[in-house]
């Protein structure tokens, strides 16, 4: 059963830490997004790459926030230094984009749940 | 920020019951997806409909798709304790931008 993985599942850290999530997309996927979740802003868009290239990160706090593949099973979302205003859901997703179609499913991580104190 | 914003934001129903959401975007679009997210789970995709469509069944879900309107609604028909979960409409733009932007959330419960 083909899933994406999230890892780590939970994290507490402390402000002006380092933090780091990875992401295992589905085998054969081509397009890896990461979305943040939280109450007040709901789920938004940090950025996506197609075949390990960044497509869009304009969703993306630059100055603290990075997201890479290094290669086609990892994807890398690092946040540094971490702030309070940080804590959310942070989910990856990956789908099969095909160019001229119409309709992407796209599927999700259970997401890494972080919380800098 | 939000493409889609979703209503009610929260839904309270009694099992066997139907549950309806609603969902308007603001963007021309190439389709419209609804996905559901279990608490403390990342969200699932339940139906795709294209933006030629006007509405799809899939099992106990019925979407519609007015794009005169910019609205699309979610029909959970026969609704079980077990569909207690948010319900999300995600909007694939016509922009080529191929990355989904999701509305709001409507939180359904559906009491036993």
């Known amino acids: 059963d083909a899933r994406v993985t999230q890892t780590p599942r939970h994290k507490v850290t402390e402000m002006g830490q380092e933090v780091t999530m990875r992401c295992q997309p589905i085998?054969?996927?081509?397009?890896v997004f990461w979305y943040r979740q939280t109450m007040m802003q709901g789920l938004e868009l940090l950025a996506y790459?197609?075949?390990?290239?960044?497509?869009?990160d304009s969703g993306m706090p630059k100055d603290r926030f990075s997201a890479e593949m290094p290669d086609a099973t990892l994807a890398t979302l690092k946040i540094q230094p971490s702030e309070p205003r940080d804590s959310a859901v942070y989910f990856c997703?990956?789908?099969?984009?095909?160019?001229?179609?119409?309709?992407?499913?796209?599927?999700f991580g259970e997401g890494s749940w972080l919380t800098v104190v | 920020s939000q493409q889609g914003e979703e209503d009610p934001q929260a839904l309270s129903i009694q099992e066997g019951e139907n549950a309806t959401m609603n969902c308007s975007y603001k963007?021309?679009?190439?389709?419209l997806q609804w996905y559901r997210q279990n608490s403390g789970r990342g969200l699932v995709h339940l139906i795709l409909?294209?933006?030629?469509?006007r509405e799809k069944h899939s099992g106990r879900l019925r979407v519609t798709l007015d794009t005169s309107k910019k609205s699309s609604s979610l029909l959970i028909t026969a609704s079980r304790a077990a569909d207690t979960a948010s319900y999300f409409c995600?909007?694939?733009?016509?922009?080529?931008?191929?990355?989904?932007?999701f509305g709001s959330g409507t939180r359904l419960q559906v009491q036993p």
């Open positions: 790459f197609r075949n390990r290239a960044p497509l869009d």
């Open positions: 995600a909007t694939n733009e016509d922009t080529g931008r191929r990355a989904l932007t």
């Open positions: 997703a990956s789908g099969l984009v095909v160019t001229g179609g119409s309709g992407n499913t796209i599927y």
């Open positions: 085998l054969g996927h081509n397009t």
């Open positions: 963007t021309s679009i190439n389709n």
């Open positions: 409909i294209r933006s030629n469509e």
